[in-house]
């Protein structure tokens, strides 16, 4: 399944953005869906994902540390889109950030921390200014 992000863009610190992920033509039903992203000279992190199926071990989202309590990662009932509603953001955020999906083959804290999803979206920039 092709993926594609979009809603990055320029904001102010402790502003808001949203980020979309699709899959035209597909539907998520079934998958996990994650989000990660990478500043200039750091590492690719994994920061969000949301499980279709439901029933899973560790539940059906998961957020990394560095996002938790701010970013929000949801599915619209059509299961077509993926959110990712991010607030109060900081300088610090700033980077690409991907989506990606796959078929559900262990914990999504497993997953995330593998970064091993079949199909990856291009990226969006989202650069927070001071």
């Known amino acids: 399944v092709q993926v594609v992000e979009s809603g990055g863009g320029l904001v102010q610190a402790g502003g808001s953005l949203t980020l979309s992920c699709a899959a035209p033509?597909?539907?998520?039903?079934?998958?996990?869906i994650g989000w990660f992203r990478q500043a200039p000279g750091k590492e690719r992190e994994g920061i969000a994902c949301?499980?279709?199926?439901?029933?899973?071990?560790?539940?059906?989202?998961y957020y990394g540390d560095s996002v938790k309590g701010r970013f929000t990662v949801s599915i619209d009932n059509a299961k077509k889109t993926v959110y990712l509603q991010m607030n109060s953001l900081k300088p610090e955020d700033t980077a690409v950030y991907y989506c990606?999906?796959?078929?559900?083959?262990?914990?999504?804290?497993?997953?995330?921390?593998?970064?091993?999803?079949?199909?990856w979206g291009q990226g969006t920039q989202v650069t927070v200014s001071p």
């Open positions: 033509g597909f539907t998520f039903d079934g998958y996990a």
């Open positions: 949301i499980s279709t199926v439901y029933g899973a071990i560790d539940g059906n989202t």
């Open positions: 990606a999906a796959d078929l559900p083959y262990d914990t999504l804290l497993a997953m995330m921390k593998r970064a091993d999803f079949d199909s």
